[in-house]
């Protein structure tokens, strides 16, 4: 008996149904999570390559998107026990570039970008009462780390009632056996997983 199979035979690994509206959720594509000097590494970059069309679809059909930046104060008031057991978080303030969202998917205007201090998304942000005053009821993801701040808000997520859809490869991580050993388990118990090309069927 293989992995998936002790999985199945509990039951797990199922889909989510589809929602009534989809939001693009993405988590934390900032240049210190692409450069492998400062949190990227990996198959970041690939991952944030490969979320640019998938940002330019929902854009086209008007769908929520939202965009997530780890941001602490200057003098690191706000900075908790996470920034204990990874004090250079502590850098990414709002004056350094590697806290900025990416060029490649630069925020419009009218965009939400959630600033945040922890890994999820949802904690201690208002980004669960945003959706839910848009209507929203299943958000797609994408960002890194897949091992961190895209789990936590994949969980968090579904923990919300949300319908949580991770895309494959528009998810990264500095290493790849984390990256492929999260995946693993969302699908099993917390998430649809689809591939960029696979995201359509599901989009409401």
Not at 23 to 46: K, Q, S
Not at 70 to 87: H, L
Request: net charge negative; proline share 4%; with cysteine.
């Amino acid at each position: 008996m293989n992995d998936t199979d002790i999985y199945r035979n509990q039951r797990m690994g199922g889909m989510i149904g589809k929602g009534r509206r989809t939001a693009l959720i993405i988590v934390d594509f900032v240049n210190g999570f692409i450069d492998p000097e400062v949190f990227g590494g990996g198959n970041t970059r690939d991952a944030a390559e490969a979320t640019v069309p998938v940002l330019e679809a929902f854009r086209a059909r008007n769908l929520p998107v939202v965009f997530t930046r780890i941001v602490y104060a200057d003098d690191g008031s706000d900075a908790g026990i996470w920034c204990e057991k990874v004090p250079r978080l502590r850098e990414l303030t709002d004056s350094s570039p590697a806290s900025h969202v990416i060029d490649m998917l630069k925020p419009r205007a009218g965009e939400t970008v959630i600033r945040k201090t922890q890994a999820s998304a949802f904690f201690d942000t208002n980004l669960g009462s945003l959706l839910r005053g848009l209507n929203v009821d299943a958000v797609a993801v994408a960002g890194a780390t897949t091992s961190g701040c895209v789990r936590a808000t994949v969980v968090d997520a579904i923990s919300a009632n949300f319908r949580p859809t991770v895309i494959t490869d528009c998810v990264g991580d500095r290493a790849l056996g984390p990256h492929e050993a999260n995946l693993f388990d969302m699908r099993q118990k917390y998430a649809n997983l689809v591939t960029s090309g696979e995201l359509d069927a599901l989009l409401a």
